[in-house]
């Protein structure tokens, strides 16, 4: 990118860092792509004397770049220049196993390049997926302030131990399991012994380990007539050899498993660096063999009030505790309409960029009653999803924006609807793709999903045939 001009006053590096288990990058191999969802703040630069930094693991196209500065954030013909001049980007010499902030910190040249910038800049700030002590040694280096901070307090609040507790003490219910941390195979049955429900949920303790894969359901009654942990397990997506030797090293929670879930709500909420909360939007998760998959805004009447409530009460209670940041609750809705906290997780969740993009393409911000209006005007609702298939391996991210296009399925602007796409590098390595359909009804923005869904599974197929 061009040198910015002297113009420049203050920076914001853009470092969407995913420090989760290794199995567990190996497993959902598009996280290492989603640092392309720092693209959202690309709407930043209509600030003549901002520069932003945006830092990936692999090169974003021409195509991503020009796709939202046109289309997504509708910059003019005049005004991109100007903001390409002051779009840096950087991706470091990747190390394997190695999270992205952990490859810059080890990289000297984009150490040096991110040094320079901030000697330079009145004032440099960070926006980072996740705390880490990796991201937090950035941020003293460059002298930087950085917005998810305190990786000691998020990693032992946003444990799943941690994360049961903060929600005691703000008054949320949980499903019924002691907040004992247990790590040996014998007092996890014992404990699946005790619980009075049907099935049991054991989660091992990190908050490395998300998308369900470092949990497994486990009837209650096969554990009470003598079964062992690893047999009576309906759900387990890891070995019984790698869950004994972390539940050995970081211990795991037992919970009850919530039975007849009508339902999966969460909420949205940042902690501002003063200790004041915002609370953000509530979803309806969309969920595919317990990995989140999606959303739908906003969540239903029926319990959108409740979900927005509890959110303010943790937010406040983890200010309290001296958390600053991005935080999210998830729920479950039982069948008899209980509403259950499940977790609480302290880091830019799989919605924060999408309310993100959603308000700055709308031009409104999503307002205390969980809606969001346009001018005043009627509500508008999204719904986001994602895709993976095997016949998408190889496809240009420019290959499906051609097709959308064509199909008049893309965002317009002068419609107020149509689909917004995400993370298109992650297309041709595996087969993966974000979008978010916004239309003046949940019904209708479905409907964008699917119908682009199908265009693309659809034309590719059509190719290979």
């Known amino acids: 990118?061009?040198?910015?001009?002297?113009?420049?006053?203050?920076?914001?590096?853009?470092?969407?860092?995913?420090n989760f288990a290794e199995k567990l990058l190996r497993e959902v191999s598009y996280l290492r792509f989603s640092a392309e969802r720092?693209?959202?703040?690309?709407?930043?630069?209509?600030?003549?004397?901002?520069?932003?930094?945006?830092?990936?693991?692999?090169?974003?196209?021409?195509?991503?770049?020009?796709?939202?500065?046109?289309e997504i954030f509708g910059f003019s013909e005049a005004q991109i220049p100007s903001a390409t001049s002051r779009l840096r980007l950087l991706s470091p010499a990747l190390r394997e196993g190695w999270p992205l902030d952990a490859s810059v910190l080890a990289d000297a040249e984009v150490m040096s390049a991110l040094t320079s910038i901030a000697e330079s800049s009145r004032s440099t700030s960070i926006v980072n997926f996740m705390a880490t002590p990796t991201s937090d040694q950035i941020a003293v280096i460059l002298g930087a302030t950085i917005e998810e901070h305190g990786a000691a307090i998020a990693a032992e609040t946003g444990s799943k131990l941690g994360g049961k507790s903060l929600l005691k003490r703000a008054g949320v219910r949980v499903p019924e399991g002691p907040t004992?941390?247990?790590?040996?195979?014998?007092?996890?049955?014992?404990?699946?012994?005790?619980?009075?429900?049907?099935?049991?949920?054991?989660?091992?303790?990190?908050?490395?380990?998300?998308?369900?894969?470092?949990?497994?359901?486990?009837?209650?009654?096969?554990?009470?007539?003598?079964?062992?942990?690893?047999?009576?397990?309906?759900?387990?997506?890891?070995?019984?050899?790698?869950?004994r030797r972390e539940l050995a090293a970081e211990g795991a929670v037992v919970e009850e498993y919530v039975d007849d879930v009508v339902a999966s709500p969460s909420g949205l909420g940042h902690i501002n660096a003063d200790g004041t909360v915002d609370i953000g939007p509530t979803?309806?998760?969309?969920?595919?063999?317990?990995?989140?998959?999606?959303?739908?805004?906003?969540?239903?009447?029926g319990w959108r009030s409740s979900v927005l409530a509890a959110t303010d009460r943790v937010g406040k209670t983890l200010a309290d505790s001296g958390v600053r940041g991005t935080f999210g609750i998830d729920f479950v809705v039982a069948g008899d309409g209980g509403l259950f906290a499940v977790e609480v997780?302290?880091?830019?969740?799989?919605?924060?960029?999408?309310?993100?993009?959603?308000?700055?393409?709308?031009?409104?911000?999503?307002?205390?009653?969980?809606?969001?209006?346009?001018d005043g005007g009627p509500d508008v609702f999204y719904v986001n999803g994602r895709m993976q298939e095997a016949a998408l391996l190889g496809t240009a991210g420019e290959t499906v924006l051609d097709l959308l296009r064509k199909e008049c399925l893309l965002y317009r602007r002068e419609s107020g609807e149509g689909v917004l796409l995400h993370c298109l590098g992650a297309l041709p390595a595996c087969g993966y793709l974000e979008l978010t359909a916004i239309a003046a009804s949940r019904a209708r923005a479905a409907g964008l999903i699917q119908a682009a869904q199908g265009v693309v599974v659809g034309s590719v197929a059509d190719a290979g045939g």
């Open 1 to 18: 990118m061009v040198t910015p001009s002297s113009g420049i006053v203050d920076t914001k590096i853009v470092l969407y860092s995913f």
């Open 345 to 374: 997780n302290l880091r830019k969740v799989g919605t924060t960029h999408v309310v993100r993009y959603i308000e700055k393409v709308v031009g409104a911000q999503i307002e205390t009653d969980g809606q969001l209006r346009r």
């Open 180 to 243: 004992t941390l247990l790590i040996e195979e014998g007092s996890v049955l014992a404990e699946i012994g005790r619980i009075a429900a049907r099935s049991a949920v054991v989660k091992l303790n990190s908050a490395h380990w998300t998308a369900g894969v470092g949990n497994m359901v486990v009837p209650v009654e096969d554990v009470r007539r003598g079964g062992g942990l690893f047999e009576a397990a309906q759900t387990v997506r890891l070995s019984a050899e790698n869950f």
């Open 38 to 70: 720092g693209l959202c703040y690309l709407e930043e630069l209509r600030r003549e004397d901002l520069q932003l930094v945006l830092i990936t693991s692999t090169e974003v196209s021409q195509a991503a770049l020009d796709y939202h500065f046109r």
């Open 283 to 301: 979803h309806e998760q969309i969920l595919v063999s317990g990995q989140y998959w999606g959303c739908r805004f906003p969540a239903e009447e």
